[in-house]
Every structure is written in C-alpha cells, then in structure tokens.
DNA sequence: CTCAATGGAAACTGATCTGTTTCTAGCACC
DNA sequence: GGTGCTAGAAACAGATCAGTTTCCATTGAG
C-alpha cells in the first residue's frame, strides 16, 4: 500500500494530510516518519519544508476539486451546478474531521503572502471563483465577475463557521448561494409559472 | 510605556498582538521578551501558554468589538449600521497588515475546538451573529436568526479573502451584505418612491 | 535598618525544530 | 562475483520549544 508509490508520492500524500490535520508546523521528522521516507530523500526530492507545503497543497488541488465541483457529464443548470459545491461542501462538514478549506487554512497560517504556499493557495482559491465565473456566464448573469467573488467568499464563510462551531452547517451555505442567486436574477425554474 | 502598565496587562497585550502577527506557534521566549515580563511571571500569572492565548484573545475582544460596531449613539437604521460592519472590516484591510478575523485565524491554527482560545473564538464570533440579530429583529426581518448567520459567514469569507488575497476588498463585503438584506426585504430608503 | 515580597535575568530540563551527514542494506547491470 | 546507485536508519548540528528553578536587585512596611 504506502510503499507502492514513489517516495515523492508517498511524500506529497502524507504532507497534503498532516499539515492539512495537524498544521504547517508540525515536524518534518513526524511527515518522514508517516511517508515511511528518510528525512535523507525528502530533502534530496524537495529544497525545504516550504517547497514541500507548497507541493503538497498543489497536488492535492485537483482531487479536491474534483471532489466539490460537479464534473462536465453533470447537465443540469449553471444554478444547479453552483449549488452542488456548496452541498458537497455542507457533506464534508457533516462528516466530521472537516478543519476548513486547506488553502485558506494553509494561507493563515503561513501568515506570509509571497510564501510559495500562499501563491498555491491563491491559484487554487481563483480556481474556484472561475468555475463560479462560468457557470454565471452561461446562466446570462448580469456581473458574473462580482458574482463569482461573492460566491467564493460565502464558500470560504461557511468553511470559517465550521471550523469555529465545529458543527454540520445544516444547509446555511447553499441556501445563501442561492439567495444571492435568486437576487442576481440566476432563478430557479419557477415551476409554478407555466 | 510599556513599563507603566502592570505585568499582566503588559503580557494580554504583547500576547494579543504577536499570536495573531505571528501565529500562536511563536515562543514564550519571545512573547515574554517584547512583553518585558519574565517567564517566571509569566507562568505566575497563566497556567500555561494555551490558558495565555485563550486569555490575551478575550482581552481584546471587547476592544475589536468597539473598532467593528457601531456604537449605541449611532441612531442610523439597523441596516447602516450592519453595514457599518463590512465598511470597517474594509477599512482594516485596506490600511494593510490585516491578517484576518482574529477569532477564526486562531480557531483554525489550533485546529482542536476544544481549546480553551478555541471556545474564547466561538463565543466572540458568536457575540457579532447576536448584533446583526438584535439590528434584524429591529428592522423587522423576517427570519433575523438566520439572516445573521449569513451575514457573520459573509463577513468571514470577506476576511479569508483578504488574507488570500493580500489585497484590498474593494468594498465586496458590504456589497455582498446589502445585497443579501435587499432580498430579505431590509432594505435601503428608496427615495425616488415618494 | 530590617524583613519580606516582587519580579527580572538567566541557567537548566528534556523535548523538538530544520537541515546535514554518515553508514549501510539492497538491487540492477555488466 | 563485482560496481555503482538508491534510499532508509540514525546520529549529528545548532536553534528553539514549554516549563521550572535559582539567584539577585529593588521596593515598601514596620
């Protein structure tokens, strides 16, 4: 199992977790350790711890993207897709163990904003607000860009909710998306109406 | 100056100042150094650095509550005044240096809820949901328990994106707030209806 | 002046931090 | 059987961590 992989992934999976559970400065000891990599190798596959958060944070971003972001199959409405992460934000918090978005997470910690882990961190965060950008784009929203941003920031409110009530959100996230939505004019299909 | 004031205060406010500049990972060595206290004192006067951090957070609640809110002098409607809220934080931005809500960049380094600065977090942040509530309650909204809710998250989402951003926020929270209050029916005097 | 309390300076414990180095076991290739 | 590369184990360096303790200068009360 853990050893199958390279020792670089065994690296990037046990640092993209343990910095992720017990933050950016537990040991780089503790992260061989876990890895099952000699402190020896990591520094010969990576120049320092830094290089290594940042690493770690950037091969973690697509799975957890893919993780909250409906995939291209799902055809349901732009409305109905943006509200997805927002569900599947509000699963990963019911289910425990959920210690907040790990590039806002990270960015705190580090404090430092030119930290390479901050750039990741960065990069990814406009990731998320450039799905929501097109997703609003096609749904013919009136400032898709303002909207996008506003969106990200009800994400990342609801993952500091999380963290600060250690609770499940019940819902509180999406059903703030959607009323930004509602208001933007990204409605429903008012069934009703036809 | 910084002799004046007794050795406790000295050390909340060295405390407060060097956790969240720093993170709560910097040394005792160092906190006690620009606190001009010993660590005997220091350890006289907390049980520990965990019971410190909790305590120095709480000393400055009251204090960062008075720079957010407006004041009960303040006669302006119940929705100036949430606003107010969102303004100041963009203020606070804008002058650099901001590194996010205290409360919640402490809950998320500590990661565990339990902590004793983790509860002083929650409590504090809870201590805003309850303003926007007594301001919606009075404004005659509709669901004010949970409107407040959504407006705590926007404000905490607009706090993530300045600390991942380092940048200014352009007004986006306050934005995002009104917007939110418009579609609840809160909404701005329009003066071109009567 | 004497006495007791206060509190800073600094040594100390034992653990841990990042990063380097040495040694050696395993393994492919010839 | 050799030879050279990979990589883990572990010791090491020098700094720092939380927390305790010793020592001493200052200070206010009697």
Do not use: W
Request: proline share 5%.
């Amino acid at each position: 199992m853990s050893t199958s992989a390279t020792p670089r992934e065994r690296l990037l999976d046990a640092a993209g977790e343990l910095f992720y559970r017990d933050g950016v400065n537990i040991g780089v000891d503790a992260l061989c350790k876990a890895a099952g990599v000699s402190k020896k190798s990591m520094y010969q596959l990576f120049r320092s711890k830094d290089e290594l958060i940042a690493e770690s944070l950037a091969s973690r971003g697509p799975g957890y993207q893919t993780l909250l972001r409906p995939g291209a199959e799902d055809d349901r409405s732009p409305r109905e897709r943006i509200l997805t992460v927002f569900e599947r934000q509000d699963a990963m918090v019911a289910e425990g163990n959920y210690l907040g978005c790990p590039y806002v997470s990270t960015a705190v910690e580090l404090k430092n904003p030119e930290h390479p882990g901050s750039v990741v961190a960065r990069y990814f965060k406009q990731q998320l607000t450039d799905f929501f950008h097109r997703e609003l784009a096609q749904a013919g929203a009136e400032d898709p860009a303002t909207l996008a941003i506003q969106l990200t920031m009800i994400f990342d409110g609801a993952s500091a909710r999380a963290v600060v009530r250690a609770q499940p959100l019940g819902g509180i996230g999406a059903a703030t998306a959607a009323a930004l939505l509602d208001a933007a004019g990204v409605r429903a299909p008012e069934l009703a109406l036809h």
